[in-house]
T-cell receptor
């Protein structure tokens, strides 16, 4: 169990640029989640995959955000035309399949995005 | 949107003392989980309690759940400096096919050696 890995750890970019983050979940985990966390707040859910299928999306995920999980392994989160308000920590988590949706989620250390 | 509200927002105690954090939530839940987050790091799962359970223990952690009051508490006994972190409660949705967690704003715990 090597844990959830996120890359890069930090990203600084100018407003209007596109950014892409990568998440490698724990290998045997079917479920993968993206959350966003701003300073002093708890994480907010963005989207969730089961294998390669994106099954749930938050209304926070505007049309500038897109997430993929090709082949049900790693996932990418892209933000187009970044805005100041996109500055946050982007967290990825994974969990195994389970019944009742009551599996603990295993988090990576996140990608901190700063928009200049 | 935030589902849970942790109380207090910040807590400072001496090493060896017990720390109690409370969480209130608004809608029905499938389960409630507690996570710890060290500064600049991801979240670490501590304990999960299902909606039909009232109390759960794990090492120095004790969690209670009162679904009638829509509240939970996390007790850390015999605290250590290494327990210094932010603690979040998170609720799982009872909606079929939904696996998202809804987090509170957290309690920042400082344990003074």
């Amino acid at each position: 169990d090597t844990g959830v890995s996120q890359d890069p750890r930090h990203k600084i970019t100018k407003r209007g640029q596109n950014v892409t983050f990568r998440c490698d979940p724990i290998s045997e985990h079917n479920r993968l989640y993206w959350y966003r966390q701003t300073l002093g707040q708890g994480p907010e859910f963005l989207t969730y995959f089961q294998n390669e299928a994106q099954l749930e999306k938050s209304r926070l995920l505007s049309d500038r955000f897109s997430a993929e999980r090709p082949k049900g392994s790693f996932s990418t989160l892209e933000i187009q035309r970044t805005e100041q308000g996109d500055s946050a920590m982007y967290l990825c988590a994974s969990s195994p399949l389970g019944t009742g949706g009551d599996q603990p989620q295993h988090f990576g250390d996140g990608t901190r995005l700063s928009i200049l | 949107s935030q589902q849970g509200e942790e109380d207090p927002q910040a807590l400072s105690i001496q090493e060896g003392e017990n720390a109690t954090m409370n969480c209130s939530y608004k809608t029905s839940i499938n389960n409630l989980q507690w996570y710890r987050q060290n500064s600049g790091r991801g979240l670490v799962h501590l304990i999960l309690i299902r909606s039909n359970e009232r109390e759960k223990h794990s090492g120095r952690l004790r969690v209670t759940l009162d679904t009638s009051k829509k509240s939970s508490s996390l007790l850390i006994t015999a605290s250590r400096a290494a327990d210094t972190a932010s603690y979040f409660c998170a609720t799982g949705s009872p909606r079929a096919g939904s696996y998202q967690l809804t987090f509170g704003k957290g309690t920042k715990l400082s344990v003074i050696p």
